[in-house]
């Protein structure tokens, strides 16, 4: 039997709102890192036909740049579209006790609420990337929502 190579994919794309305000902190290199976490909403119908939601807690951190946008742009309950990837870190408790979390990794973050710069009335739905300085606006997000989806972001 032939070996198979498994592909190398690690790509997440979750929504939601932020649980509590981010923590922001910078490691010793002065690397500036945020990390939260948002409640994903998933609705779906049961074995009865009755609406139930579901609620999925995801832990995310962002680096540099999109860390500190987080900083400026984010608090609970901000909404938000995450890009990234899975990663698990582990570490020993002060009582000797491993731990080990998966989070994502943010490499792109659009912030869905309407934002206020500059004293201005803007309805700004900002994407930040990791790497990038720029700021780019997209306000299509709507688009790809049904209108079912519509009614429960209003």
């Given amino acids: 039997m032939a070996d198979l190579k498994m592909p190398e994919l690690n790509h ?30 998933r609705r779906y119908k049961d074995s009865a036909n009755q609406w139930q939601e579901d609620v999925c807690y995801v832990g995310v951190v962002a680096w540099n740049k999109l860390a ?16 990234g990837e899975l990663q698990s870190r582990s570490w020993k408790t002060e009582d000797g006790h491993n731990r080990t979390i998966v989070e994502i990794k943010a490499k792109r973050i659009q912030f869905l609420n309407k934002f206020n710069k500059n004293n201005s009335d803007l309805d700004d739905a900002s994407v930040f990337e990791e790497n990038d300085e720029a700021e780019f606006e997209d306000n299509a997000f709507d688009k790809f929502l049904t209108d079912e989806e519509s009614d429960l972001i209003k």
């Fill in 12 to 41: 997440v794309v979750v929504a939601g709102n932020l649980t509590k305000d981010p923590i922001f902190r910078e490691t010793s290199n002065k690397t500036p890192v945020v990390n939260f976490s948002i409640a994903a909403n």
């Fill in 68 to 83: 500190e946008s987080c900083r400026e742009r984010l608090k609970k309950g901000s909404a938000v579209l995450i890009d």
